[in-house]
């Protein structure tokens, strides 16, 4: 098997896989508040301020078993290695960890390797997609399999212009890509109060995300009137980590943060979370105020050492 079916194997199976989110991702229009225009895009107020937790605020509910929640994920260390084993879908009680520095370790070492997986994924599909740009450049034609590969992509990613195929592969090129760890655990932490929120608890929610069907997920106890949506239910807490990364990568909202994303990838060997937070002002309603809160929590909790060096 040559290199280019192995990575074509694992493309369409994530595609396979991922087809059932992605329709139910764009039947709740994808982010919060979005309805049809990229002006009204906000989210929820964030469950708890930036990096302010002490152990006045952390309730006791039961006893954690440590042993059990330190079992998840081993160690973390800012390297290249991603386990393969199979994590617990569901999320440990991190409001019984009553000492900070232990909840927020026991968060990290949680989310990493999930959020790992999910850009994997997209990486797969992304080293693909790089030979395919490569053949139309040097005049090959492609066979029916990329053809239908870069259909399938540019359903999934909402890629609605009617372009030529190597202008579809650029376009996607800039939607098909990770979204760096040291965001991601910011956006979780902060969104979901350290994994102890309620859409967090009862809906393997981390990070905010609305849907607008009724009964999609869990109703907001203080939702304004006049609002119908709901905080989006998912299976586990790596689906909603999937649906959370395809929002940043194909809501219009976060063009921005894509260009950022774009422009520095072929200037950086990292990508900067901190950087990209300037793309989230309208991820919540308090705008500039929330991107600052993000990039105060990479800052403070020193998460840019997670994001892995780029690739693809």
Not at 65 to 86: F, G, K, M
Not at 202 to 227: H, I, M, Y
Not at 242 to 261: D, E, G, M, S, W
Not at 287 to 293: A, H, M, N, S
């Amino acid at each position: 098997m040559t290199r280019r079916d192995q990575i074509t194997r694992m493309a369409r199976t994530d595609l396979i896989m991922l087809g059932a989110l992605a329709l139910s991702i764009s039947a709740s229009a994808l982010a919060p508040g979005v309805r049809n225009s990229s002006e009204s895009m906000v989210y929820a107020s964030p469950a708890q301020p930036v990096d302010t937790l002490s152990t006045n605020q952390v309730v006791i509910t039961d006893q954690v078993d440590i042993t059990e929640v330190s079992n998840i994920a081993s160690e973390i260390l800012p390297s290249s290695e991603v386990e393969s084993r199979s994590y617990p879908s569901k999320l440990p009680d991190f409001s019984a960890i009553n000492d900070v520095r232990t909840k927020k370790q026991m968060f990290f070492s949680y989310m990493l390797p999930k959020i790992r997986q999910a850009n994997d994924k997209i990486l797969a599909n992304r080293r693909l997609l790089m030979m395919i740009r490569d053949d139309l450049t040097t005049g090959d034609v492609l066979d029916e399999d990329d053809i239908q590969f870069v259909g399938s992509l540019k359903a999934r990613y909402r890629i609605r212009q009617q372009t030529s195929l190597r202008s579809t592969v650029d376009d996607l090129l800039i939607r098909v890509d990770v979204v760096p760890e040291s965001l991601v655990l910011a956006q979780a932490a902060n969104e979901s109060g350290w994994g102890t929120s309620r859409f967090a608890r009862q809906a393997n929610n981390l990070f905010g995300v609305w849907c607008f069907s009724k009964g999609c997920g869990l109703t907001p106890k203080n939702r304004d009137e006049g609002l119908n949506h709901e905080v989006a239910k998912y299976e586990s807490v790596q689906e909603g980590i999937i649906a959370y990364v395809h929002t940043i990568n194909t809501n219009p909202a976060y063009i921005h943060l894509r260009r950022i994303r774009a422009t520095t990838r072929s200037e950086e060997q990292h990508f900067s979370g901190h950087a990209l937070a300037e793309g989230l002002l309208k991820y919540s309603s308090r705008g500039i105020d929330y991107v600052r809160e993000i990039q105060q929590l990479i800052r403070v909790n020193d998460l840019q050492k997670y994001t892995l060096p780029l690739q693809a």
